[in-house]
């Protein structure tokens, strides 16, 4: 899928190691069906590491699973299934409680956003199985009215839900880290920034692969 910004990157003597290192991008546009549960899962992954945050992701989903089982146990239809095979919905999340998503792990602001999104997704105001049509600046603009999203989350859901290939996500700490471990120098984040910009118009890709170089 990324053929002509792998060759374009391979010109790249910071980037060309790590195409040689990793292989080929795997990142690739997700259905719109995910669209909304990769929105939950940026906000509950917001200033968390990834185990924690996919434990807190899961937890939500066995909530799902269980109360759709207490609902279908008078019919006599349910069948458990496995977490993975669980979506995610805004209708799904409003049906739990605070309660519910407390003991998931999520803190009382991120229900408080997680509920925000559910209520704007099905009213309409955020069309999000829409957004993909849209270029990147009104995505963003689109996404950050609803409460608790920011510059960063609407940065990975443009990368990892629409795939997007010139997104360059500053505000992430691994991706800086990661970045001054390829360049092998200290810059902030306005210099990061400008740097990054020989890598237009594949900075979605050149992320990618300096987030690989942590592994």
């Not at 069948?79 to 979506?87: L, M, Y």
Request: hydrophobic fraction near 35%.
């Amino acid at each position: 899928m990324w053929k002509d910004a792998e060759e374009f990157l391979s010109k790249d003597g910071y980037i060309s190691p790590l195409i040689k290192k990793f292989g080929h991008c795997d990142l690739k546009p997700r259905n719109e069906r995910y669209y909304f549960e990769d929105l939950v899962d940026a906000i509950t992954q917001q200033q968390l590491s990834m185990k924690a945050a996919s434990s807190i992701f899961n937890r939500i989903k066995d909530k799902i699973r269980d109360r759709k089982k207490e609902v279908n146990s008078i019919k006599h239809k349910w069948r458990i299934g496995a977490t993975k095979n669980v979506e995610i919905t805004p209708e799904k999340i409003l049906t739990l409680t605070e309660e519910d998503l407390r003991e998931c792990g999520l803190s009382r602001a991120k229900i408080s956003y997680l509920k925000d999104l559910s209520q704007k997704v099905l009213s309409n105001k955020l069309k999000i199985n829409r957004l993909d049509k849209l270029p990147d600046e009104e995505i963003m603009k689109e996404l950050i009215s609803v409460k608790g999203i920011g510059e960063w989350t609407a940065h990975m859901f443009l990368m990892f839900s629409l795939g997007r290939p010139d997104i360059f996500p500053s505000g992430d700490l691994g991706l800086r880290n990661a970045f001054e471990k390829v360049i092998k120098r200290g810059l902030d984040r306005k210099q990061i920034e400008k740097f990054a910009l020989r890598w237009r118009p594949y900075r979605t890709i050149a992320s990618w692969y300096i987030w690989k170089s942590l592994e």
